[in-house]
């Protein structure tokens, strides 16, 4: 049974950081993790993806230069820290895993989600 399970959520003013937190049940080194966000009223929306074992990321066009996605295999934990917060990126952020070593933009690639940690930012 794979469990995710993400924290670090919260409320931040608009240009602050915060640093999400997704833990794994499964030893995770192999499998490419992903976060996506859903805001209010809107389709969920790709973040960011690590691969397995060659640690290649990608993220998405309104996040980069912002977020970075890493993870710390020891801990099967994926982290997103987030940086320059603006209001827009209010959202429910999810955790995902994939079965394989790669990742992708499209929520099919990921069989497994976490719960979601609510940010929210203010102006």
């Known amino acids: 049974q794979v469990r995710l399970v993400e924290s670090g959520g919260g409320l931040v003013q608009a240009g602050g950081p915060l640093r999400l937190s997704c833990a794994a049940s499964?030893?995770?080194?192999?499998?490419?993790m992903a976060w996506f966000r859903q805001p209010p009223g809107k389709e969920r929306e790709f973040v960011a993806a690590?691969?397995?074992?060659?640690?290649?990321?990608m993220y998405g066009d309104s996040v980069k230069g912002r977020f970075t996605i890493s993870r710390v295999n020891a801990k099967n934990t994926v982290y997103l820290q987030m940086s320059s917060l603006k209001p827009e990126d209010t959202a429910v952020y999810l955790c995902?895993?994939?079965?394989?070593?790669?990742?992708?933009?499209?929520?099919?690639?990921?069989?497994?989600w976490g719960q979601g940690t609510q940010v929210t930012v203010s102006s």
């Open positions: 499964v030893r995770t080194s192999n499998y490419g």
């Open positions: 690590i691969s397995g074992s060659t640690d290649i990321t």
């Open positions: 995902a895993i994939s079965s394989t070593w790669s990742t992708g933009r499209a929520m099919a690639n990921y069989p497994y």
